[in-house]
């Protein structure tokens, strides 16, 4: 739909407005128009997408796949299991109303035409698996979502962002004024769901509220701008969870090869100082990765192997790499020596016949790195990591020249907390009142997940996206019908 004149803006007006067309947004604005409510969703791009389009599975408990698998997974036990991974750092009622939803909303999705015919585990030996994998992952759910509102008779306003929540003199919400190339206007509406994807695109706001963030850091996400957490703090809202970034590592962005390369669990991980720092296989939990990656000095690491490895992974193929969105498997993968030499060229890999020229490269004492080196083979020969515990499946030496060196850094997917809700998406001021018609979802809230993303519940910010979204719909309706 495209407002192209005056006439068409001055006959605008809804029941309920949606700000942002990800993932939270278009959940929202279906299970508004399912309930008989006239939504305008509001897209500041060209078309709804949003990171939920760029996302994979989502995270649901006693869901109807998971019942024809014979998957036991039970809300109770994973609503203790989020809540201790985050030692009760987080608001249990928010927590408990995602977790409780999210099996229907599988139901949902499913009677809608959204495939999810797999639930898979995101790590190693991950019980009960709860990643529900769409799909077409999150572009399929995304456009079906999109289709079931426009034949709901939702109308979508896309290149128009909210820019103000207009409320009236008890401060309940009366509408939104939107922003587009060509001008402003309002939309009068009695109620507004905000979902605008978080801020992680916003340096300044980055800088002001995450300590974790640098400029270094690499974002895999949408550059969203927090349009709907300062609409929200404009009009008095509290905020919770400020500053939580949704961490992974390690990182190499120029090349997606290279990149899986540098995850490897097989690899060694040494710090600028030449110092080993982790378990390597911790990058199968992406939040635990990026925390340890993100500890060390200018937030770098390097990833190091040898010429076997290297081969190793031509042949057999890779361990993990990136997961479903890139894997590549043996013969596939023979581009590996052309990918680390067009990055050697251009000073973001070392290759070497001596690990002493590596460490001058990594600016390392060279002593500091040959010990590391020389203490990481003795636990290769006996089998045990003496230091991390490493499973010694991924135990192997680095003793065949010539040597690589890939330098990595942490990223982050988005950000994970702002406006404070309660478990009906409510938005809570600062006096701990909801506002009256304002409901927000998705990542632009807070007090469902804490500094560290629990990857116990794979797929939890997808998932949450689409059921904080779907319950925020059904209650905006609820308010605006007065029930």
């Known amino acids: 739909m495209n407002v192209r004149g005056n006439k068409d803006r001055e006959n605008l007006h809804s029941e309920v407005v949606v700000v942002g067309g990800g993932g939270a947004g278009l959940a929202a604005a279906v299970a ?50 989020a809540m201790n991974y985050a030692h009760w750092r987080i608001e249990p009622r928010i927590v408990r109303a995602f977790i409780d939803k999210s099996g229907d909303t599988i139901r949902w999705l499913e009677d809608k035409g959204v495939t999810l015919d797999r639930v898979q585990a995101q790590y190693p ?121 949704q961490l992974f590592g390690p990182v190499f962005p120029k090349s997606k090869l290279l990149w899986a390369v540098a995850r490897e669990p097989n690899t060694l991980w040494v710090n600028k100082r030449g110092r080993r720092f982790a378990d390597e296989s911790v990058t199968f939990y992406m939040g635990e990765a990026g925390n340890v990656i993100h500890r060390q000095p200018d937030k770098l690491s390097y990833t190091l192997f040898d010429s076997k490895i290297k081969q190793m992974m031509i042949e057999q193929g890779m361990i993990k790499g990136l997961g479903p969105h890139y894997t590549p498997q043996k013969n596939k993968f023979l581009e590996l020596e052309k990918g680390l030499k067009q990055e ?100 632009d809230t807070g007090g469902w997940e804490s500094e560290t993303y629990c990857v116990v519940l794979a797929g939890s910010t997808f998932g949450f996206a689409v059921n904080s979204g779907r319950i925020a719909g059904e209650n905006a309706v609820k308010y605006v019908s007065g029930k």
């Open 125 to 245: 030996n991950q019980v009960p698996c709860v990643w529900h994998v769409v799909d077409g992952w999150g572009a399929r759910l995304v456009k079906v979502l999109a289709k079931t509102y426009r034949d709901l008779g939702g109308r979508i306003l896309c290149h128009s962002a909210g820019k103000r929540i207009l409320t009236g003199r008890k401060g309940d919400v009366t509408g939104v004024l939107v922003a587009t190339q060509t001008g402003e206007f309002k939309i009068p509406a009695k109620s507004v769901v905000i979902a605008t994807g978080g801020y992680g695109g916003n340096k300044e706001l980055l800088k002001k509220y995450c300590s974790d963030y640098h400029d270094n850091m690499y974002l895999e996400g949408v550059r969203t701008m927090g349009d709907g957490l300062l609409m929200a703090i404009e009009i008095g809202a509290a905020t919770e969870g400020l500053g939580n970034l």
């Open 32 to 81: 508004a128009a399912e309930k008989g409510a006239d939504v305008i969703l509001l897209e500041k791009k060209g078309a709804p997408g949003g990171n939920s389009a760029l996302a994979t599975g989502l995270f649901a408990a006693e869901s109807p796949v998971q019942k024809r698998m014979l998957i036991d997974a039970r809300r109770d036990d994973l609503f203790k299991t």
């Open 344 to 443: 050697a060229d251009k000073g973001e890999v070392n290759i070497s016949h001596s690990w002493d020229k590596i460490a001058n490269w990594i600016e390392a004492d060279p002593k500091v790195l040959k010990g590391t080196i020389d203490e990481y083979n003795a636990a290769c020969e006996r089998g045990y990591d003496p230091l991390f515990a490493k499973d010694r499946r991924y135990l192997t030496p680095l003793r065949i020249p010539p040597y690589y060196a890939i330098r990595t850094r942490s990223g982050f997917h988005g950000t994970m907390g702002g406006i404070k809700i309660n478990e009906h998406m409510e938005v809570i001021d600062n006096h701990d009142n909801s506002i009256p018609g304002l409901y927000a979802a998705g990542i």
